[in-house]
């Protein structure tokens, strides 16, 4: 018989407003990338594939942010590696988006502003605490099963 299921860990209170914030900033690029893109119709025509392939980057990298953020909400250490590149990429994305067009300023800077409250929330110790314990399998699932059906078979 099988040792019961340690109880999940709690997710620390700076953890969930990280998640939250995960969710609302990828919304948010989706919709900073969604203007960056249609800006390139009042850009010289000399920019208008870099502010094009900025604004995709920032759509894209905003989405995959999204999906990561249940991992990060479950404390997998995969998905907060996945978000700590997620957010470097952006990072550099919002830089080049202030440099080249100058109407995205201030949304790019609070963007960068909340990419770091989210990276020194899921990297600080009680961040990393939650990401360091093994996750509890579901209840559904008994790895003890199939080793009792192995035995049954030999």
Known sequence: MSPPPASPATQPVLVRVAVILIYLSGFASVAIGILVLLSRYRVESAQVLTVSLLGAGVILFGLLTIAVASGIARGRPGARLLLTIYLAVQLV????????ADTWDWTSVVEILVYAFIGIAVWT?????????????????DASAGTAESTLLT
Not at 93 to 100: D, K, Y
């Open 93 to 100: 994305l919002h830089v080049v988006t202030i440099v080249t």
């Open 125 to 141: 110790p009680p961040g990393s605490r939650y990401f360091a314990t093994e996750p509890v399998p579901d209840a559904g699932t």
